[in-house]
């Protein structure tokens, strides 16, 4: 691997690319690697939730975990209506090894770290509050080895330990306050609380929309540094921004990702910044291409 010092990340990267949603969240498979169920465990009125939150006087309380790991169910039930799973379980039950590897190495190991993966062309990756991480099967197509694929979820991994969709969930759905002793998830007659419906509502509008700029910037930064934690190379993350950036403006498989996130060639200028000699320990860590390709490749065989 070529230090990030030596040029910048995006002629590292090039170095060393030439070397050799309805479904349930909380799915025993992905995290017990049993079997995959079609069926969500769960069910939301989604459609009743645009209505707008009250304003209240009231202290704010910050939302406890079980809250946010609730209002993280009912987001990504919702983007994953988006596509089915893919029906590869060997498949589902790598990508969840990856991630929950990475995420025993964050700051929130114990949440019910849950990684999806959609039969979707799209390329694109998504996380919700809570501990929930979902990406498409065109994401996984683009990416080379292990350390790539580890660098995309310890993104989407940063983006839950910083709560940045929580945060820009509760700014947008009105603050999401709550009186003392109250809880978001039932109201005092013990059913689903209505704020709950509309913060998974403005949650899912998110999507559409992105989050600031800085606060994927500060996932990659975040992101790295996980990757590396758990035995990755770190310079995954910029070689798949790399890839990302080598695919056509247009192509309609990169839109929304385009839409919802700075250009590849503006993150990968800001890891160029950071990383420099600070990551040269970390040259040897390993980037795993074959346990890589020996799983995706199943996925390439299932697409011809």
Do not use: C
Request: glycine fraction near 6%; proline fraction near 5%; hydrophobic fraction near 40%.
């Amino acid at each position: 691997m070529k230090p990030i010092m030596r040029s910048s990340v995006g002629s590292a990267v090039r170095s060393r690319l030439r070397s050799p949603i309805r479904i349930s969240i909380l799915l025993a498979s992905l995290l017990f690697a049993t079997q995959i169920s079609a069926e969500p465990q769960f069910k939301l009125d989604i459609g009743k939730a645009f209505s707008a939150l009250k304003n209240t006087k009231s202290a704010v309380v910050p939302l406890t975990e079980q809250e946010e790991i609730a209002l993280g169910q009912g987001v990504a039930s919702n983007l994953m209506n988006l596509a089915p799973l893919v029906a590869d379980k060997e498949v589902q039950q790598y990508v969840n090894r990856v991630g929950r590897w990475i995420s025993l190495h964050s700051e929130r190991p114990d949440l019910p770290w849950t990684f999806a993966v959609l039969d979707h062309d799209d390329v694109n990756a998504f996380a919700a509050p809570g501990g929930y991480v979902v990406l498409t099967k065109g994401m996984l197509l683009k990416l080379r080895n292990e350390a790539e694929l580890a660098g995309v979820l310890a993104h989407e991994i940063a983006h839950i330990v910083r709560k940045h969709h929580l945060n820009a969930i509760q700014s947008s759905s009105g603050k999401l306050a709550l009186k003392e002793g109250a809880s978001l998830l039932m109201d005092a007659k013990g059913k689903t609380d209505q704020r709950l419906l509309t913060a998974i509502s403005a949650g899912t509008e998110i999507y559409g929309k992105g989050l600031d700029k800085e606060d994927e910037f500060d996932s990659d930064r975040v992101g790295i540094v996980l990757a590396a934690r758990a035995g990755y190379d770190p310079y995954g993350l910029p070689a798949a921004l790399q890839t990302l950036q080598s695919i056509t403006a247009d192509s309609s498989s990169l839109q929304l990702m385009l839409e919802t996130h700075p250009k590849p060639n503006d993150r990968l200028a800001q890891l160029d910044q950071i990383m420099g000699k600070d990551f040269d320990r970390y040259d040897n860590l390993p980037a795993l291409p074959g346990r890589f390709e020996k799983m995706i490749g199943r996925l390439k065989v299932a697409s011809k």
